[in-house]
């Protein structure tokens, strides 16, 4: 049921002019008129998201920002698992961590994995404004080593929600661990799987889109999962635990 739904709102779209087919692209960089439209009519931002989303596009390093129309729909997809427990893998200034907390029940939990001092220090006041701070546990350390320390406290299988946008070349490490902590039938989003177009025919000197190109044949193959690519943002996997 939620493939057929996801595969009837996803399509590459032709812009006029362009002379090819074209990703959708993510909404704030504000260069699509037809993405901007859909925003316009769809998007249903929380206005501590949107003070978020503003706060983070005077970062140096904004083109990491999730769209919002993305988190939305991620953020739909835990509400229709009934989602309780999440983990984000880099969590940047916290948008898409504060979304995922906004759409579980008071008694759910996000897992945040962040590095950055910096990036958690702009999150938290937002969090509190909200108020779901209490609902997120953020990691100041490695994703890997967070992820190892969940498994090692016998969470395996206990959670609903993963999204991995961290570093790319840890992408199926990322996966992997996570995999081990989904329920049957939680999912597994991964993002920028499409890396601007450059995981076609990667350049032998290009390891990130190598690796990314590397992790989508993986996943088309892998039988452990339910799988569908979509061209949203820079591209979004989602894996759904079988």
């Not at 249903?44 to 998201?49: D, S």
């Not at 039988?223 to 079988?242: N, P």
Request: glycine content about 8%; some cysteine; proline content about 3%.
């Amino acid at each position: 049921m939620i493939f057929r739904i996801i595969f009837s709102v996803f399509l590459f779209l032709a812009l006029p002019g362009a002379g090819r087919i074209c990703l959708i692209g993510k909404s704030h960089k504000g260069d699509n008129p037809l993405l901007n439209y859909v925003v316009n009519n769809s998007l249903r931002e929380h206005p501590v998201l949107t003070k978020l989303r503003l706060r983070t596009m005077e970062d140096s390093r904004n083109s990491m920002l999730v769209s919002p129309e993305q988190a939305q729909f991620m953020a739909n997809l835990i509400k229709l698992i009934k989602g309780n427990k999440t983990i984000e893998v880099g969590m940047y200034t916290g948008y898409n961590t504060l979304s995922m907390a906004l759409a579980i029940p008071e008694d759910g939990g996000v897992v945040a994995c962040e590095i950055s001092d910096d990036y958690v220090q702009i999150a938290k006041p937002f969090f509190k404004e909200a108020g779901v701070e209490k609902k997120i546990d953020i990691r100041q350390q490695t994703a890997l080593k967070t992820l190892d320390e969940l498994l090692e406290a016998g969470e395996a299988e206990t959670y609903d929600f993963v999204f991995i946008d961290a570093d790319k070349i840890n992408y199926d490490n990322y996966y992997e661990k996570s995999l081990q902590l989904i329920r049957k039938g939680g999912i597994i989003a991964i993002d920028n799987v499409l890396w601007g177009g450059n995981v076609i025919n990667p350049d032998k000197d290009d390891v990130t889109s190598q690796t990314i190109d590397q992790l989508n044949k993986k996943l088309l193959k892998d039988q452990r999962v339910d799988l569908s690519l979509l061209t949203v943002g820079d591209g979004l996997t989602l894996a759904i635990k079988l």
